[in-house]
Structure formats: C-alpha cells, structure tokens
C-alpha cells in the first residue's frame, strides 16, 4: 500500500539548533516528493519539491531537502531553525497515478 | 494573486443535517483535491479530480459523502447525514497536474463542527 511515513510526532528545539526532520515513502514506480508547511492556524504552503535531477533540492526559508532513493527518504533540513519557524511540517508523495499522500506530520517548536 | 476558495471557513451543524463544502479552484488547473485534517488522523485524502473527472475517491466514506466537479471552476463535498465524527478541517486543493509532476495549492479550509 501507499504510504508516507513521518519519523518524530513532535520536535522541540531552541533557536539556532539544527533541524533534521524524517520521511519515507512506500511507493511503486516513479515517485515526486514534497514537503509543506503549516503555520498555526493557516493553509499548508509548499516548502519544496523533488521531481527529478539534484537530490540535493533547496526550498524557501533556509530549507533544503535530500532525497535518497535507496533508502525510500526525503529528510527534510535547516541548519539553523528560528522561533518563526514553529509550525506543522508534512511531507508528502505522488505517483504516476496522481495520487498525492501526506505523512502524519511533524510539529515543530522552536523555542526563542 | 491566484488562489484557491474555500467556503463556508466555519461551519458548526446538529448532527444528521447536510453539509455542503464549496471550492473554487484555481483558474486553469486540472486538478483539485479533497483532504480532512484531524488531529487524530492527520491529512487524509477523500478524494481528487483529474479535468473534473473523479480519480479516485477510496478515502471517501461513500454511505454518507459525495464529491463532485459541476464545472471547472466549482467542486463540492457534500455529507449527509453529518455525524460528530466528520467534525475536522477539510481542505481543498489545486494544481496543473501533468502525471505526477505539478504543485498543488490549498485552500484556507472549510472548519467543521457537528454537535
């Protein structure tokens, strides 16, 4: 079955600390990998895409992306988190098929 | 700026009366999908439309919610009867899809209580 899966349910971090946040995805075939953000309250806005070339794939804010196909991961990145930065993090899958699946998301606080 | 439309954002209903979500997508995209949003279940998809033909609706409970696309610009997620259960975020997004390549905007979300 298809499905995305999201490592850590809740992560608490102070300012300036790294920020390394876990997806894998079960998918057959040719897959496209997302990650969106949901800031308390608002609308889910896409932090940044993977569709082919670089695995090593940069989005807005400061956050970047490693996709590894080996390993079914697209871990999501920051080196230096900010207080802005508490939010709701999903990553997400599609297929061929059109098929667009979230993980469970990750919650981000960041501690000032 | 282009955006896609959700109404009602705030719907609070008596369990067993008929809702009815409205989404307005954005122009000249292909497809739009159909998520609920709980804390418990996190984003689930309903169900999503390719050039307003329905794709696939298997996350759908099909007793109680229909979804569908009367023209380009309008797609509907109906429940009837509501139930406390259904009570959730329900979000509505577009894209210009080809395949799986394409991003996807959402909606502000449609807020559902069911008392």
């Known amino acids: 079955a298809q499905s995305v899966s999201q490592h850590n349910h809740h992560v608490i971090l102070s300012e300036a600390a790294s920020l390394e946040l876990g997806c894998n995805y079960s998918?057959?075939?040719?897959?496209?990998l997302f990650w969106y953000v949901q800031y308390p309250g608002q609308h889910l806005q896409l932090l940044l895409k993977y569709f082919s070339g670089d695995p090593l794939v940069k989005g807005i804010k400061g956050f970047e992306a490693e996709f590894i196909k080996s390993k079914f991961s697209f871990n999501l990145r920051k080196p230096s988190v900010q207080w802005s930065d508490t939010a709701e993090y999903f990553c997400a899958a599609i297929n061929q098929g059109g098929k667009l699946i979230f993980g469970q998301g990750t919650e981000l606080s960041v501690k000032p | 700026d282009a955006r896609v439309t959700q109404t009602p954002r705030h719907k609070v209903t008596e369990m067993g009366q008929e809702v009815t979500m409205r989404c307005q997508p954005i122009l000249g995209h292909n497809t739009v999908f159909w998520y609920r949003q709980t804390m418990m279940q996190g984003l689930e998809l309903l169900a999503y439309?390719?050039?307003?033909?329905?794709?696939?609706d298997s996350g759908m409970p099909k007793d109680r919610f229909s979804a569908e696309m009367p023209d380009a610009t309008l797609a509907t997620l109906k429940i009837q009867p509501s139930e406390p259960r259904d009570s959730a975020v329900y979000f509505c997004?577009?894209?210009?899809?080809?395949?799986?390549?394409?991003?996807?905007?959402f909606g502000e979300g449609s807020r559902l209580t069911v008392l």
């Open positions: 439309f390719r050039n307003r033909a329905p794709l696939d």
């Open positions: 998918y057959g075939g040719t897959v496209n």
């Open positions: 997004a577009s894209g210009l899809m080809q395949g799986s390549t394409g991003e996807l905007f």
